[in-house]
């Protein structure tokens, strides 16, 4: 089988199910995005300060492709068919940020991104996981989506703040805070 159908020529895609719909639509945006982070994850489980984190890395990855497939399905009869999404994937990503935090050093400031090239990695992802974030809500609010993908990538932009500042804490990094400049007053 070839990977090319030349089907998508005109602009459109085709949804589980069969229905096709424009490639600017806001499903496909939403599921692209969880695509776009799904590989950012990858390249943070190839980091070697994240040797011990690889396996739940994975999870959460395999978790992003559960969220596409929902994404990607028009019915609630093709949903019935794929993995679940369940409350234990986001107490997971819970369980993991509180493991960090009891290891690192309070927060007591805003951080910039960056540092070392695996924390900036880790930025990225966690932006773009805050933009899939909105565009499923936009997606929801026209259509149907399960609450918890919301709540699970919320939970999983919270993980990868908080993976950012473990990273940057095991490289033996400073963490730079932001300290916003303030016009003196005449």
């Keep these: ?102 290891k690192i050093p309070p927060l007591r400031a805003f951080v910039l991104p960056g540092g070392h090239q695996s924390v900036s990695f880790g930025h990225i992802a966690r932006t773009v996981c805050r933009r899939a974030e909105r565009a499923v809500i936009h997606l929801q609010q026209g259509e149907e989506v399960e609450d918890i993908v919301v709540r699970y990538l919320n939970r999983l932009s919270d993980y990868l703040f908080m993976l950012c500042r473990a990273m940057t804490y095991e490289l033996e990094i400073e963490e730079v805070t932001w300290k916003p400049r303030v016009a003196s007053k005449k």
């Design 1 to 102: 089988m070839k990977i090319y159908t030349k089907t998508g020529d005109r602009g459109t895609t085709s949804l589980i199910g069969g229905t096709r719909l424009s490639k600017a639509h806001v499903r496909i945006d939403a599921y692209g995005t969880v695509d776009e982070l799904n590989s950012y994850i990858g390249m943070l489980r190839d980091q070697p300060v994240n040797e011990q984190r690889r396996d739940l890395l994975k999870e959460i990855q395999d978790r992003l492709f559960t969220i596409g497939s929902h994404l990607a399905s028009e019915s609630d009869q093709v949903k019935r068919i794929l993995p679940d999404l369940l409350d234990d994937d986001v107490t997971l990503l819970e369980t993991e940020m509180d493991i960090i935090d009891s």
